[in-house]
């Protein structure tokens, strides 16, 4: 925990975006995590995310549930709208929000405890749903908040600080997002943020529901040796798939890679987002592939990181439903109520 | 990059600007700290022992230490930026210090046997006196006026610098017993050095006014002033009025104090001609400021031609109108602009175009080579001539700066003064004085204040000018009060608690990256410097501020801080898991002889 309040002052060459805000407008309250907690660094990628988007404060809701991770939106986008609900259920009330105002971008930010354990049929039901929105898991394999205990997504004989073996089998949170039907399926590391902001980026373009499965090591409880989240481990085991950048329509071409290897795909709004491919095998528009994949790399202790999946024809809850343009929370008595006639002639059509 | 080298003292030296600029070497932010815990003695003393004259200096220094100041570099979004009022702050340890004799060194107990003359008793010699007599020397003071204080003396006007706080300065120096040859000019060097002296020390100042020869300066000559000369004769009080309408020529210093003076003995219309633009006058920014806000007009582009004058008498200047043009090298060059000449009337100039160095008293037979300039050669580190007993300092070494240059020649000189005599080779200078301490209370606590003030610079009130331009001798800076002084203090980024990285410790968590409110902090691949400043977290643009590196981290990368904008707010220690980033004080203190040496 930090006392003094970050200074207002800044690096006055900070590059400005469209809206001109520097990326410190985008910051929220200092954090009180632990310091070196790898939540921060989430957090920072967000900002860096939404800045570099250009987007405007006010069009965004954060939603969380409770958790060392839930706490988070505290300490990014200060000027957006959030809500910290209750433990496991952010996924209802992000949908419930999104039902009534399809207009904000919804980024849920919730922890490996509050989404796999007492959040885990709430996890799946919303991303079953198609909800628009960008579901993020810090993970780190414990109950920050409540002091380390294993959670379930602690890989069978990872090691507790105290040096207790976790003999359960690991949920894994990516593999199950693919298999309920998420479109947009990502997974990274709180230590790379080369790799987590375009990740971050991609998602809040996509139109549909998107997993970022983000492991965050929790320097209080789970960074010594014998944990399968501390920096060290996660450094020496991670498996980047592919390399991902968000190019705007003028963007000059910095990076060079080997030809072949890239590929540009479309967004919806213009942009495209170039995918250099570190294994060359590896095809994230393919779901049935990638849950495989997910599931043999893990077998060798391997993690998988990268854009996973990613449907370049995804729909969303709404489409599914077929609402109305307008979000619903805009319309009137007009729109909602079709008055007494109305309702006797569909009472009437019913007896 | 190479990893950087901490231990080399002049590295984080830099870290603090002000000090590094401080032709002294002023530890500015231990005392700027003092201040804003009301400890102003201690302040008072700290200043003392680097540079002599913390009263005078706080009312009337140069202050190179402020357009270096780094809040001049990062206030962007507050405002516009504006460094610490660093020379202010001084003025309030001196004025509002308890009675700091007890802690002032005695006169030495025994003397060491060895004399030494100092010519002029300018702030120059004053330090070389202060820096010897503690060691045992026999000091000889010569000064042709009879109060010894050089030009802070006879020219800075007294409504800027008080009479008593001169003396209350000056007096601390003379308390430790130099013989006092006041009144007593010295007219040949060859002869006082055959008389018994060690060593003999030349701080005789740049006493000659430049002249401006044109058409009418020797009819109207009873009306034409040479600045310096004028203004030593006005604090002397062998002048005391001025006609109504004063022309006052040249932009310098000097020529605000004319003009300001002129102003307080009867000059109700007084004007500044400057050849050049307003932005290149040689003024500081304050005392333009100063005198326009005492009604002064300051006309720029004007090359006076010609004195006019009626039966001997002065009745005004001609002037020919010029204009700023680059030549095919890009040298700024004044042209004529082909306008009309313009002529102001007016019934007293003054001429401060400048201040020269002379000699006359010196020798050239004597082993003290001159340079073509008529300058004697003197060694820039030593301050040695080359007649090896002849030293000298202040601007009769390298031509007119300033009270703080001077002094900082002073303790130069004494230290190879002091080695001179003792036969020691004067090349062979001490190193600084460093220490460097972690600065770590508890978990989020330091031993100083890193909370980062958002204020603007505060404004020192000023006297009523209905009252101070009718007393010449009135001060016109109230100086802070004790509520401005702390919060102005406030302002100080602690530049010289430094961020001190320790490689081993870190575990790459980037912590100290998301939280620097200035992005200071990369970790990146390494790579050369100029490489290096285009790609970290917010780019590096003053290159001669530097990049602190570290040896290769656990992933092969290195974490690279850019110095230039680093609050000093210790968050990056404070996030850190490890301890990685450590906020530690480094305490500097110039070499010194005398003073120094007695304390520790
Ligand atoms: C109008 C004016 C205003 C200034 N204002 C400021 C200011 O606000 N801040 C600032 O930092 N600087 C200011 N300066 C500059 C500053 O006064 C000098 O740079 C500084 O005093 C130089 O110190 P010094 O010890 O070299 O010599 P000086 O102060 O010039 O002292 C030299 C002394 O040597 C004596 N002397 C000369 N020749 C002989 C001899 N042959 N025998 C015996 N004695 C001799 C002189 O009488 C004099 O007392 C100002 C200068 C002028 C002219
Ligand atoms: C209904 C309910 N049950 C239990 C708790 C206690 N509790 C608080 S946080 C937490 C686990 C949080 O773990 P995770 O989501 O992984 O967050 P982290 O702190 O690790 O980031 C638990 C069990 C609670 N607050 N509410
Ligand atoms: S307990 Fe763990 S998860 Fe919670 S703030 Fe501390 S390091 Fe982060
Ligand atoms: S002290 Fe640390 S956190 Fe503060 S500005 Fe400097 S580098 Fe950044
Ligand atoms: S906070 Fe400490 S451990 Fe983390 S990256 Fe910075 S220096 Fe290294
Ligand atoms: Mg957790």
């Given at each position: 925990m930090t006392y003094i309040v970050k200074p207002k002052l800044r690096h006055p060459a900070l590059p400005v975006n469209k809206l001109g805000f520097t990326h410190r407008d985008y910051e929220g309250t200092v954090s009180t995590l632990c310091a070196g907690c790898g939540h921060d660094s989430i957090s920072a990628a967000i900002i860096q995310a939404c800045f570099e988007l250009a987007i405007e404060p006010h069009r965004v809701a954060k939603l969380s549930g409770i958790g060392c991770s839930s706490k988070t939106p505290t300490y990014f986008l200060g000027q957006s709208h959030g809500f910290n609900s209750v433990h496991g259920r952010m996924p209802s009330v992000l949908t419930g929000a999104n039902m009534a105002n399809k207009e904000l971008i919804y980024l849920g930010v919730s922890g490996d405890g509050d989404s796999a354990s007492i959040g885990l049929g709430q996890f799946v039901h919303c991303i079953r749903r198609g909800v628009n929105m960008v579901y993020i898991c810090e993970n780190n394999g414990v109950y920050g908040l409540t002091k380390g205990q294993f959670s379930a997504t602690a890989d069978k004989g990872s090691k507790s600080k105290g040096g207790a073996s976790n003999m359960d089998t690991p949920l894994d949170l990516a593999s199950m997002a693919l298999m309920v039907g998420a479109s947009f399926v990502g997974r990274s590391f709180s230590g790379d943020k080369e790799q987590m902001v375009p990740l971050i980026m991609a998602a809040m373009r996509h139109p549909g529901p998107c997993f970022i499965d983000i492991v965050s090591p929790c320097v209080a409880f789970n960074n010594h040796a014998g944990s399968t989240k501390a920096y060290d481990f996660v450094r020496a085991h991670n498996e980047a798939v592919n390399r991902l950048d968000i190019m705007e329509p003028r963007d000059p071409i910095t990076v060079e890679y080997a030809p072949g290897t890239t590929e540009e795909v479309a967004l919806h709004d213009g942009s495209s987002l170039r995918l250099a491919k570190l294994d060359a095998n590896y095809d994230p528009s393919d779901r049935i592939m990638a849950m495989a994949y997910l599931q043999a790399k893990a077998a060798r202790n391997e993690l998988v990181t990268g854009l996973i999946y990613m449907d370049r024809h995804a729909t969303d809850m709404h489409a599914n439903l077929n609402t109305v343009d307008a979000p619903l929370n805009g319309l009137g008595e007009k729109e909602l109520c079709p008055g007494t006639k109305a309702l006797d002639a569909f009472n009437a059509s019913h007896r | 990059m190479p990893p950087t080298d901490i231990k080399n003292p002049d590295y984080f030296h830099k870290v603090v600007d002000c000090q590094w600029a401080c032709p002294a070497h002023t530890p500015v932010p231990e005392y700027i700290r003092m201040i804003a815990a009301g400890r102003y003695s201690d302040a008072y003393m700290v200043n003392w022992h680097s540079n002599v004259f913390p009263g005078v200096l706080g009312r009337t220094c140069d202050r190179p230490c402020e357009p270096a100041c780094r809040r001049g570099r990062v206030e962007e979004v507050t405002g516009a930026p504006q460094p610490v009022a660093i020379c202010r702050l001084k003025r309030v340890a001196a004025d509002n210090k308890s009675d700091v004799k007890a802690r002032m060194p005695r006169p030495a107990a025994r003397k060491n046997g060895k004399r030494v003359a100092l010519i002029g008793a300018g702030p120059a010699s004053l330090t070389v006196a202060r820096d010897l007599l503690p060691l045992g020397y026999t000091v000889v003071l010569y000064d042709g006026d009879a109060a010894a204080g050089g030009m802070m003396r006879t020219q800075i006007p007294k409504f800027r610098l008080p009479e008593t706080v001169l003396d209350e300065e000056v007096d601390y120096i003379l308390d430790l017993g130099p013989e006092l040859r006041l009144g007593q000019k010295v007219n040949s060097l060859k002869g006082l050095l055959s008389e018994d002296y060690d060593a003999i020390f030349v701080?005789?100042?740049?006493p000659r006014g430049r002249e401006l020869d044109i058409p009418g300066r020797k009819e109207a000559k009873a009306n034409i002033h040479i600045g310096i000369d004028w203004l030593a004769s006005v604090s002397f009080g062998h002048t005391d009025k001025i006609g109504k309408r004063v022309i006052v020529l040249g932009g310098g210093n000097t020529a605000m104090d004319c003009c300001r003076t002129s102003r307080r003995l009867g000059g109700d219309e007084v004007t500044v001609v400057v050849r050049s633009g307003f932005e290149e006058m040689k003024a500081s920014p304050w005392e333009k400021e100063d005198a326009m806000h005492e009604g002064i007009p300051i006309h720029n582009f004007l090359v006076p031609k010609e004195f006019l004058h009626e039966d001997g008498k002065l009745t005004g200047v001609r002037f020919e109108k010029v204009k700023a043009e680059r030549d095919a090298k890009g040298r700024r060059n004044l042209v004529p602009s082909g306008e009309p000449d313009t002529i102001l009337q007016c019934d007293d100039v003054l001429v401060a175009v400048g201040q020269e160095n002379a000699?006359?008293?010196?020798?050239?037979?004597?082993?003290l080579e001159f340079d073509k300039w008529d300058m004697p050669q003197v060694d820039p580190a030593t301050m040695q001539s080359t007649n090896p007993k002849v030293f000298f300092g202040g601007d009769a070494a390298f031509g007119p700066k300033n009270i703080i240059w001077a002094v900082a020649h002073g303790h130069d000189a004494a230290i190879s003064i002091d080695l001179f005599c003792q036969g020691k080779p004067v090349g062979q200078r001490p190193p600084p004085t460093v220490n460097l301490s972690s600065q770590k209370m508890g978990i989020h606590e330091?031993?100083?204040?890193?909370?980062v003030s958002n204020d603007n610079r505060y404004k020192v009130p000023h006297a009523p000018i209905e009252k101070t331009l009718k007393n010449v001798k009135m001060e016109v800076e109230l100086g802070f009060d004790v509520k401005q002084a702390f919060l102005e203090a406030q302002r100080c980024l602690n530049c010289d608690i430094q961020t001190v990285f320790d490689t081993p410790k870190c575990i790459e968590c980037d912590a100290c990256v998301d939280i620097c409110p200035m992005d200071c902090i990369t970790f990146t691949g390494n790579d050369e410097e100029a490489e290096l400043r285009l790609h970290l977290s917010a780019p590096a643009l003053h290159a001669s501020q530097d990049l602190y590196i570290s040896s290769a981290l656990k992933t092969g990368r290195i974490m690279a801080k850019d110095e230039d904008l680093c609050l000093h707010c210790g968050l990056c220690a404070e996030r850190c898991p490890t301890g990685a980033w450590d906020m530690q004080k480094f305490l500097l203190e110039a070499p010194k002889t005398g003073y120094a040496c007695q304390h520790r």
């Open positions: - | 701080g005789c100042g740049a000699f006359p008293w010196i020798e050239r037979d004597i082993g330091w031993s100083y204040d890193n909370d």
